[in-house]
Nanobody
């Protein structure tokens, strides 16, 4: 099982980026897919999650309204749309997966390699 995140880059404050996470295993039937991020010098934090076979989503309170998680099951890909980006959104963004249905930030055991997002002021 492998995850590969992409779509990071340099963007000005106020801009948008869409990150993608491609999963190598096509049958993530009972998985929860999540996004995390790690800013320079800080611990990794939860961003958002979605259940693979349900419409349910869960967001970090501080990011609601600016970030949106979605998925394309036909392409085995999860997306993170990030709008109104701020310099404090800078960091490495990781996609992750775990078995089950809980949308909380714990229990993820499959991780992608991360993609760097840099937001300039």
């Amino acid at each position: 099982v492998q995850l590969q995140a992409s779509g990071g880059g340099l963007v000005q404050a106020g801009g948008s980026l869409r990150l993608s996470c491609a999963a190598s295993v096509p049958t993530f039937s009972n998985y929860v897919m999540g996004w995390f991020r790690q800013a320079p010098g800080k611990e990794r934090e939860f961003v958002a999650s979605t259940a693979w076979n349900f419409a349910s989503k869960y967001y970090a309170d501080s990011l609601k309204g600016r970030f949106t998680i979605s998925k394309d099951k036909a392409k085995n890909t999860v997306f993170l749309q990030m709008n109104s980006l701020k310099p404090e959104d800078t960091g490495v963004y990781y996609c992750a997966a775990k078995r089950g249905y809980g949308l909380g930030p714990d229990g993820y055991d499959v991780w992608g390699q991360g993609t760097l997002v840099t937001v300039s002021s």
